[in-house]
């Protein structure tokens, strides 16, 4: 049972347009998401994180946008640059802080 | 250190070797996770300690698969009886007291032959 799922394996965008990655999940228990970017052959880096408590957080070019009614959660890049082209996955824990991931999107970003 | 450091970065075993990945928390940090990972998929939780605790192994695959963290600093994950399906990258991470973000290794990728 995948209580994460990134519905779109794959996302190509222009260089300075906006990409939105995609998120969903189904405990309604998780109180915290994460956004992680990973490179090949390295291990995945911490981007930006949300608390169940808020709606949004800004931070730079990214935003997260978290619609708990929906059980939905997306992450904005704002201007795309070419050096996001990276696998994005979200996460989501409940207190313990064990995570739960989403199986990832590989974001192209077109110069 | 400044970041989670794992050792070896690269192994290849041959089926039935038995193999044994370290893992370097970032200084201070006293919860500590082991994630696997396969091709093509999200990291999944296989155990976590917190300090010298082993609080949860629900995700460990078989009873080949055994972690420790004996001072409640360095971990290592060993693998006993290697198998070709557990060929994937091992990450660890950690996180501090005061956060709930939680910081991965480099991993190490086990390939086994």
């Known amino acids: 049972d995948q209580q994460v799922k990134q519905n779109s394996p794959s996302l190509s965008v222009q260089e300075g347009r906006i990409s939105i990655l995609n998120c969903d999940y189904t405990?309604?228990?998780?109180?915290?998401f994460l956004w992680y970017k990973k490179y090949p052959a390295e291990g995945p880096t911490f981007l930006i994180s949300i608390s169940s408590i808020k709606d949004k957080n800004e931070d730079g070019r990214f935003t997260v946008f978290l619609n708990k009614s929906a059980k939905h959660l997306s992450l904005h890049i704002v201007p795309s640059q070419p050096g996001d082209s990276a696998v994005y996955f979200c996460a989501a824990s409940r207190v313990s802080g064990k995570l739960i991931f989403g199986q990832g999107t590989t974001l192209q970003v077109k110069p | 250190g400044a970041g989670v450091s794992q050792s070896p970065r690269y192994k290849v075993a041959k089926r039935g070797q038995d193999v044994a990945l370290r893992c370097d928390p970032i200084s201070g940090h006293v919860s500590l996770f082991w994630y696997q990972q396969a091709l093509g998929q999200g990291p999944e939780f296989l155990t976590y300690f917190q300090n010298e605790a082993q609080l949860d192994k629900s995700g460990l695959p078989s009873d080949r698969f055994f972690a420790e963290r004996p001072e409640g600093s360095v971990s290592t994950l060993k693998i006993q009886r290697t198998q070709q399906e557990d060929s994937a990258v091992y990450l660890c991470a950690t996180r501090g007291w005061a956060g709930n973000t939680i910081y991965f290794g480099e991993g190490s990728w086990l390939t086994v032959v």
């Open positions: 405990n309604s228990m998780f109180d915290y």
